[in-house]
């Protein structure tokens, strides 16, 4: 592989090392493991120059969103959260209120925000995620980086929560009010028929609708938090990345504020979505919206299509097409390989 991606795995090492070797903290000594699990998530690599395929965005005629917006049940689980969160109910031991996304705190969409979210309504996150969103802080100072997770109060028994974002000051844990969310996108009316409840895969297909409501909000990149940084990411904007099979991932993507591409995929997402299948709400929406508007046929898409000076394969209303090797570069099917014995530094070989 590319020297970029070995130094992507030097930087991985260091932030395993210094968890791993963490004093004065009861982060457990099991950690090390914890992130070798990181092993089965897309290793999230980008190169220090990127191009920045930017489009001029139409005014959206959006409600500024308020805390005269909260709703009226601000004071007690509303109906989505105790839905969500019946199966999570545990005691906490150390009780972090998180402030409410777009009611005590609204990102700017002058700058640059990276998204991450926890859809299952877990109040102490796994610290896999923690990992995710510490890389994307680190590695971004100047961008503003939010963790949304869905339960108002998290557990902050080992201290993490709070001693973050005293590292970060660009870091941003929030609670999230899907009514305020959703509010004002085609993806409302999807949320309050309350058709997403009967999903077989609840707490994906809400992760599938929260990334892109976040992104129709405000803009911005999303990430999910199976992934690590490892390089800057800012000058990254309007893209999405090739998946495997013909499909374009919908792990890793930016939009700006109106761009076609995100709406055309909240309003395919209002309108098809599918209860029974995993990857129709998300994968299948993204792969389709993007063929259909730039014409694309799956003989189109593959590991073979020649990469254009700029690291991107193709282009279209603004948005770019990035290999698959800039943000998956092992493929799912070959997960299992990372936990060969002896591998060592020869996993980037893979």
């Not at 965005?57 to 689980?77: G, I, K, V």
């Not at 906490?92 to 990102?107: A, E, G, I, M, R």
């Not at 929260?210 to 990149?221: D, S």
Request: glycine content about 4%; overall charge neutral; aromatic content about 10%.
């Amino acid at each position: 592989m590319s020297k970029w991606l070995v130094s992507g795995y030097d930087e991985l090492l260091h932030i395993i090392q210094r968890y791993s070797n963490m004093k004065g903290t009861n982060f457990p000594k099991f950690a090390l493991s914890a992130y070798v699990l990181l092993s089965m998530m897309s290793l999230v690599v980008f190169i220090s120059k990127q191009p920045q395929c930017t489009v001029n965005c139409r005014n959206m005629n959006t409600a500024e969103l308020s805390r005269n917006l909260r709703s009226e049940y601000a004071e007690e689980d509303v109906w989505w959260r105790k839905f969500i969160c019946a199966k999570h109910l545990h005691p906490q031991l150390v009780p972090l209120k998180l402030p409410v996304l777009y009611s005590d705190v609204t990102p700017s969409r002058h700058k640059y925000n990276i998204f991450l979210v926890e859809s299952s309504c877990v109040r102490r996150p796994a610290y896999r995620s923690i990992c995710s969103v510490e890389s994307y802080a680190r590695q971004n100072p100047t961008a503003d980086v939010w963790y949304v997770m869905i339960t108002p109060e998290a557990d902050n028994a080992d201290g993490l929560l709070t001693e973050l974002p005293k590292r970060y000051s660009n870091l941003r844990l929030v609670s999230a009010d899907l009514d305020l969310l959703f509010r004002g996108l085609p993806t409302y009316k999807l949320f309050s028929s309350r058709l997403w409840m009967k999903s077989r895969w609840l707490e994906i297909h809400l992760s599938d609708m929260m990334r892109l409501a976040l992104l129709g909000q405000t803009g911005g990149l999303f990430s999910d938090t199976d992934t690590v940084c490892m390089r800057d990411v800012t000058s990254l904007t309007n893209f999405v990345g090739l998946g495997t099979k013909g499909m374009i991932n919908n792990a890793v993507f930016h939009f700006h504020l109106g761009n076609q591409i995100l709406e055309k995929n909240l309003r395919r997402q209002n309108e098809i979505f599918d209860v029974e299948e995993r990857g129709t709400n998300g994968l299948m929406v993204m792969t389709n919206v993007i063929k259909e508007a730039c014409n694309f046929t799956i003989a189109d898409i593959g590991e073979d299509m020649p990469v254009m000076p700029d690291m991107s394969v193709k282009r279209c209303l603004g948005v770019c097409l990035m290999p698959s090797k800039a943000f998956y570069p092992i493929p799912m099917s070959r997960c299992g390989d990372i936990f060969m014995e002896n591998l060592g530094e020869d996993l980037m070989k893979l």
